[in-house]
């Protein structure tokens, strides 16, 4: 997550595209791996998914125990090969979408990839799921310690550690659109100087992503997308972005109201923050109504207490939870201009 919530307006990320399609992907994917997707008539709707709040909050401790996982990294690099064992032995479809970046510090180039797995990739109709899956170079909020050891355990883990216990559900479930998560790379890939000052620019991942799906149409198109940031928290309150109320507010409220009707009471419907995250270039530059669903009162945001400790397995589960009655039942229709 950003250390700050006002920036100037996003850059388009300089770099190259790495990739093409196989013919089961879509078209800016690189395929990681092969294993079987189900087909149409394979899902089981009777009984509702039992997310498991151990099994969560495990995924989350096993990405923490890698380390720090700061984009271009040795951490970085077995975070993604877990996922990616994780996301085929479920029967997700996996690939990069990669590109170069200069360096903050060095302006030397980093290899940057955002992951993607796709579930019913056959589906033209598809829903964007999408977390950041870096995290910061330092704990630079941190009043005793800005330059120590951070794990992010919150602030890049919980997303992950969502989605990899999600993805115990995909093939099971009866959606109506193809879906795929989103991991997005340098997310926060920021220096901060002694000063305050910054070096380095927010959201590459989302922002290159997003300029690929706008300059390069796949042949999919996304109906919507959410993203989650910072989920994990015990005492977990998620408030209405007042961004995703702008740029998706019909996402935004169908989300909330599902989370209401299944007596969810960590969705608070009022708004609060204003926060600009990775759903900024998704809606600004890839025209993708995207919500953010992100508890930003979290009090070891971006310091060395970001540990599992300081979060929760039930907070995850109870995301997740929204998460797939929404994509099975409440996901609103597409606008009318697609």
Same mark, same amino acid.
């Given at each position: 997550? %950003?250390?700050?919530?006002?920036? /100037?307006?996003? @850059? $388009?990320?300089?770099?190259?595209? =790495?990739?093409?399609? &196989? !013919?089961?992907?879509?078209?800016?994917?690189?395929?990681?791996?092969?294993?079987?997707?189900?087909?149409?008539?394979?899902?089981?709707?009777?009984?509702?998914?039992?997310?498991?709040?151990?099994?969560?909050?495990?995924?989350?401790?096993?990405?923490?125990?890698?380390?720090?996982?700061?984009?271009?990294?040795?951490?970085?690099?077995?975070?993604?090969?877990?996922?990616?064992?994780?996301?085929?032995?479920?029967?997700?479809?996996?690939?990069?979408?990669?590109?170069?970046?200069?360096?903050?510090?060095?302006?030397?180039?980093?290899?940057?990839?955002?992951?993607?797995?796709?579930?019913?990739?056959?589906?033209?109709?598809?829903?964007?799921?999408?977390?950041?899956?870096?995290?910061? %170079?330092?704990?630079?909020?941190? /009043?005793?310690? @800005? $330059?120590?050891?951070?794990?992010? =355990?919150?602030?890049? &883990? !919980?997303?992950?550690?969502?989605?990899?216990?999600?993805?115990?559900?995909?093939?099971?479930?009866?959606?109506?659109?193809?879906?795929?998560?989103?991991?997005?790379?340098?997310?926060?890939?920021?220096?901060?100087?002694?000063?305050?000052?910054?070096?380095?620019?927010?959201?590459?991942?989302?922002?290159?992503?997003?300029?690929?799906?706008?300059?390069?149409?796949?042949?999919?198109?996304?109906?919507?997308?959410?993203?989650?940031?910072?989920?994990?928290?015990?005492?977990?309150?998620?408030?209405?972005?007042?961004?995703?109320?702008?740029?998706?507010?019909?996402?935004?409220?169908?989300?909330?109201?599902?989370?209401?009707?299944?007596?969810?009471?960590?969705?608070?419907?009022?708004?609060?923050?204003?926060?600009?995250?990775?759903?900024? @270039?998704?809606?600004?530059?890839?025209?993708?109504?995207?919500?953010?669903?992100?508890?930003?009162?979290?009090?070891?945001?971006?310091?060395?207490?970001?540990?599992?400790?300081?979060?929760?397995?039930?907070?995850?589960?109870?995301?997740?939870?929204?998460?797939?009655?929404?994509?099975?039942?409440?996901?609103?229709?597409?606008?009318?201009?697609?």
């Amino acid at each position: 997550m %950003p250390s700050m919530l006002h920036l /100037p307006s996003i @850059p $388009r990320v300089a770099g190259r595209a =790495a990739l093409f399609a &196989a !013919s089961f992907l879509p078209a800016f994917f690189l395929p990681a791996g092969t294993s079987a997707v189900r087909s149409a008539g394979a899902a089981e709707p009777e009984a509702a998914p039992r997310l498991e709040a151990g099994r969560a909050f495990g995924y989350l401790t096993r990405i923490c125990n890698i380390g720090p996982r700061v984009s271009g990294t040795t951490g970085m690099t077995r975070q993604q090969r877990m996922i990616q064992q994780h996301m085929s032995d479920l029967g997700g479809k996996v690939g990069y979408q990669s590109f170069d970046a200069p360096h903050p510090l060095t302006g030397r180039p980093v290899r940057l990839d955002n992951m993607v797995v796709t579930w019913n990739p056959e589906a033209k109709q598809r829903v964007l799921l999408a977390c950041h899956y870096d995290t910061r %170079p330092f704990p630079d909020q941190d /009043p005793r310690n @800005p $330059r120590g050891r951070f794990i992010g =355990a919150n602030d890049g &883990a !919980s997303g992950v550690a969502l989605f990899m216990e999600l993805a115990h559900h995909m093939r099971k479930i009866d959606l109506p659109y193809g879906v795929d998560f989103v991991f997005f790379d340098a997310e926060e890939l920021i220096y901060v100087e002694n000063d305050g000052s910054t070096r380095g620019e927010y959201f590459l991942g989302s922002t290159y992503f997003a300029n690929e799906y706008k300059n390069n149409p796949p042949p999919h198109k996304y109906v919507c997308g959410v993203l989650v940031d910072m989920i994990a928290d015990k005492r977990l309150e998620l408030y209405m972005e007042k961004y995703s109320l702008k740029y998706a507010p019909e996402v935004t409220r169908s989300l909330w109201k599902t989370a209401e009707r299944m007596s969810v009471e960590e969705f608070i419907p009022r708004e609060k923050h204003e926060v600009r995250d990775d759903h900024i @270039p998704l809606n600004e530059i890839a025209d993708i109504p995207t919500c953010d669903i992100i508890d930003f009162d979290y009090p070891d945001w971006h310091t060395t207490q970001d540990v599992p400790a300081r979060c929760s397995g039930e907070s995850l589960v109870k995301v997740g939870r929204v998460l797939l009655e929404w994509l099975q039942h409440d996901v609103p229709a597409p606008r009318s201009d697609e």
